[in-house]
C-alpha cells in the first residue's frame, strides 16, 4: 500500500483562474495517475504521470488545460487552468506499483468554481 | 475500448439484508480489483483476484472472479450501516499500466 496525500482538500475558486493540486507519496513510485470524479459517481482518469516521461493524456484532456508535472517518484501536480464551473469536481492522484495491478488513492480535491 | 458495467447502478437496503453487486465486460482482464470509497475520501482497495473462478472472502463480503475473466460479483451477507458506500471494480489486462474502473454501485445500508 502507500500514504498518499493531496492539498489541497478542498477549494472555491473564481472563474478564470488556475489551481495547482499536490500529490504527496510516502515512497518512490512509477505510476501515478490523475482521476476527475463527480460526486457519487466513477472516476474518469484525466492522464498517466510516469515520471521521466511526458505525461500522458486521455481523450478530452488536453496540457494546456491540465497541464502535469512529475518533478520526482514521490511527487506530482496537476494544474486545472482557466477554470469554469464545469471544472467543479473531485480530483485524486493515484499511484500503481511496478508488478501489481492494485492503484492506491488519495484523498482527492474537492474543486468548486463559481 | 474496454468497459466494465456494473449492476445494480444504485442499491438502498436495510440493515441485516444481504445483496449483490455485479460487474461485467467483454473483455479479459489478467487481474480484477473491488474498491469502496466513502464521502470525502479516496477508494480504498478491497481485493484483488487473478484466478478465473477464484472466490475470495473478506469478513462478510464474499468476491467471485468469473471463469472466463470477464466478469466479477462482490456479495455482502448481513449488510450492515457501516457498507455504505460507492463500490468500484476495476480491471486491468496488465501490471504495467492503467486500470478500466466501472462505473460504480451506489449502496446505502439503513439502520
Not at chain 1, 25 to 34: A, I
Not at chain 1, 57 to 69: R, T, W
Request: a neutral charge.
Amino acid at each position: 500500500s502507500a500514504v498518499i496525500s493531496q492539498k489541497p482538500s478542498r477549494d472555491i475558486c473564481q472563474r478564470g483562474t488556475s489551481l495547482t493540486i499536490q500529490c504527496q507519496v510516502d515512497s518512490q513510485v512509477t505510476m501515478m495517475f490523475w482521476y476527475r470524479q463527480q460526486p457519487g459517481q466513477s472516476l474518469t482518469l484525466i492522464a498517466t504521470a510516469n515520471q521521466g516521461s511526458e505525461a500522458t493524456y486521455e481523450s478530452g484532456f488536453v496540457i494546456d488545460k491540465f497541464p502535469i508535472s512529475r518533478p520526482n517518484l514521490t511527487f506530482s501536480t496537476l494544474t486545472v487552468s482557466n477554470m469554469s464551473p464545469e471544472d467543479s469536481s473531485i480530483y485524486l492522484c493515484s499511484i500503481k506499483r511496478t508488478g501489481h495491478y492494485e492503484q492506491y488513492f488519495g484523498p482527492g480535491t474537492r474543486l468548486t468554481v463559481t | 475500448t474496454q468497459l466494465l458495467e456494473q449492476s445494480p447502478q444504485f442499491l438502498s437496503i436495510q440493515e441485516g439484508e444481504n445483496l449483490t453487486v455485479y460487474c461485467n465486460s467483454s473483455s479479459v482482464f489478467s487481474s480484477l480489483q473491488w474498491y469502496r470509497q466513502e464521502p470525502g475520501e479516496g477508494p480504498v482497495l478491497l481485493v484483488t483476484v487473478v484466478t478465473g473462478g477464484e472466490v475470495k472472502k473478506l469478513k462478510r463480503l464474499t468476491f467471485q472472479f468469473g471463469d472466463a475473466r470477464k466478469d466479477s460479483s462482490l456479495h455482502i451477507t448481513a449488510a450492515q450501516p457501516g457498507d455504505t458506500g460507492l463500490y468500484l471494480c476495476a480491471g486491468a489486462q496488465t501490471n504495467a499500466g492503467k486500470s478500466t474502473f466501472g462505473d460504480g454501485t451506489t449502496l446505502t445500508v439503513k439502520p
